[in-house]
């Protein structure tokens, strides 16, 4: 299954026309995340820099229906990989891998890595679920082309790249055993209910809004939201290209059909003609071809960068839920010991309910009607307060600490981002050049030969 003898990349092909968005092998090695070695690469400038040890370059392919002919069918995909970290101990790896387990694998790596922008997986709930054409040729390689770069993300990634589960994923031959010791020992050990928990639960979820922003997670929100609306207009007018060029790819063919018929009624130019309807049809089919080699994968590709950002806006999201346990902790804080100094300043005669504002004032009549006013209960009372205060102060301590390090972490998670994007845009910009440039100088050639043609055409009147 690890492929040690033979390189499993031999046989991938790098370009296809159902699949124009496969790995470019030599640009890739050069891009973020990639680096042959660490040797003499420059060093990260700020705390907040991505470092990368290696480079994982992975790639899915090869399809194949399991259990044909039973209702147990599913679709396996060869899983391979190119690598120099030190974890693995292939360094071409390779396993086949189904569906599910790629969920498994979405699925604990963020839970095992909450800060870090896990990409989303394809949504399995769809018609050709209902249908029964997801084990169609054309729906295996679209998911293929899914699962490949969902995993093709998660390896540049600097740190989901070193990951124990991935390396699992990657070359385990008992990976379904894998799978049951990671539930039961889960890398980080799960905290038990604690104080900010129950806090938590009843009162830190009631508040949505950050009372104290950081203007530099502010400023990553609002470059989010442009990247999205750019994403999302985009889509809207590619789509609208889209159907406008299906309309002129049957205008074409249908003005082809026409001279054509025009052709049989003037026998002097039926030739020329039926060769002016053959390059029509043959434009048509041009604009097909582009269609599904460059416009469809363009969109594809296009909507699953939204998606992901949706991924990088949730760890931005739970940043400031992180926070907001901090302030919500505190200003719990700053009750309680509010409440243990009322309570202190009661006993020690130095202050009665008065001036101490209308709740405290019910608070004391209704413990009065308790018969809870003596100083005896008061003491008890601010016994357990002191124990809450103490709580409290841990529970605050690990809260600013726990937010100033995932603020850290997102820090360096969007910068990561950063390059991840780039690179994409790059690839996906770059394969729909390509694709207009081969579909006009097609188109060209076609209306280069056909000219000639038409202009020796002589008509008597």
């Given at each position: 299954m690890h492929g040690e003898e033979e390189d499993v990349f031999d046989s991938v092909t790098w370009e296809s026309a159902s699949a124009p968005y496969d790995i470019d092998h030599t640009a890739i090695q050069a891009g973020p995340g990639?680096?042959?070695?660490?040797?003499?690469?420059?060093?990260?400038?700020?705390?907040?820099?991505?470092?990368?040890?290696?480079?994982?370059?992975?790639?899915?392919?090869?399809?194949v229906k399991e259990l044909p002919e039973t209702k147990d069918a599913y679709v396996s995909y060869l899983v391979a990989a190119k690598t120099n970290l030190p974890i693995f101990s292939s360094q071409t790896p390779s396993a086949r891998r189904r569906f599910q387990d790629f969920v498994f694998l979405r699925d604990h790596l963020v839970k095992d890595f909450p800060a870090c922008v896990v990409p989303v997986l394809p949504d399995k709930h769809r018609?050709?679920?209902?249908?029964?054409?997801?084990?169609?040729?054309?729906?295996?390689?679209?998911?293929?082309?899914?699962?490949?770069r969902f995993l093709q993300r998660i390896a540049r990634h600097p740190m989901l790249q070193r990951s124990t589960l991935l390396r699992a994923f990657l070359e385990s031959t008992e990976w379904h055993v894998y799978m049951h010791q990671h539930l039961a020992h889960p890398p980080g050990p799960e905290p038990a209910p604690g104080?900010?928990?129950?806090?938590?639960?009843?009162?830190?979820?009631?508040?949505?809004?950050?009372?104290?922003?950081?203007?530099?997670?502010?400023?990553?929100?609002?470059?989010v939201d442009k990247f999205e609306d750019g994403l999302v207009l985009s889509e809207r007018l590619w789509n609208r290209i889209r159907g406008r060029t299906n309309d002129l790819m049957t205008d074409y063919h249908d003005l082809a059909v026409a001279v054509q018929g025009l052709g049989f009624l003037e026998s002097g130019i039926t030739d020329p003609l039926n060769h002016f309807s053959n390059t029509l049809l043959e434009f048509s089919a041009l604009l097909r071809h582009k269609t599904q080699t460059s416009t469809d994968p363009?969109?594809?590709?296009?909507?699953?960068?939204?998606?992901?950002?949706?991924?990088?806006?949730?760890?931005?999201?739970?940043?400031?839920?992180?926070?907001?346990?901090?302030?919500?902790?505190?200003?719990?804080?700053?009750?309680?010991?509010?409440?243990?100094?009322?309570?202190?300043?009661?006993?020690?005669?130095?202050?009665?309910?008065?001036?101490?504002?209308?709740?405290?004032?019910?608070?004391?009549?209704?413990?009065?009607?308790?018969?809870?006013?003596?100083?005896?209960?008061?003491?008890?009372?601010?016994?357990?307060?002191?124990?809450?205060?103490?709580?409290?102060?841990?529970?605050?301590?690990?809260?600013?600490?726990?937010?100033?390090?995932?603020?850290?972490?997102?820090?360096?998670?969007?910068?990561?981002?950063?390059?991840?994007?780039?690179?994409?845009?790059?690839?996906?910009?770059?394969?729909?050049?390509?694709?207009?440039?081969?579909?006009?100088?097609?188109?060209?050639?076609?209306?280069?030969?056909i000219i000639p043609i038409i202009q020796r055409i002589r008509v008597d009147v």
């Open positions: 990639f680096k042959q070695s660490t040797a003499g690469a420059e060093e990260p400038h700020g705390p907040h820099d991505p470092k990368w040890e290696g480079y994982l370059i992975t790639i899915v392919k090869d399809p018609l050709e679920y209902i249908t029964g054409d997801r084990f169609s040729p054309e729906f295996m390689e679209r998911r293929r082309l899914e699962l490949h104080l900010i928990d129950n806090i938590s639960d009843t009162l830190l979820n009631a508040f949505a809004r950050v009372r104290k922003p950081d203007e530099r997670f502010l400023e990553m929100r609002e470059s363009f969109l594809v590709h296009l909507h699953s960068l939204l998606t992901y950002s949706h991924a990088n806006r949730a760890v931005l999201k739970l940043r400031d839920q992180k926070q907001l346990d901090f302030e919500e902790l505190s200003d719990y804080l700053s009750g309680v010991t509010l409440e243990r100094d009322r309570l202190s300043a009661i006993i020690s005669g130095h202050a009665g309910s008065s001036g101490l504002g209308l709740s405290a004032y019910l608070k004391d009549k209704v413990d009065a009607i308790r018969g809870a006013d003596d100083d005896r209960s008061r003491v008890e009372k601010m016994r357990k307060l002191d124990i809450k205060i103490k709580e409290l102060q841990d529970a605050v301590t690990t809260a600013h600490e726990t937010s100033d390090a995932f603020s850290d972490e997102t820090l360096r998670e969007q910068k990561i981002f950063q390059h991840t994007k780039e690179a994409e845009m790059k690839e996906m910009l770059s394969n729909l050049a390509d694709g207009e440039i081969e579909f006009y100088q097609s188109a060209i050639d076609e209306w280069d030969r």
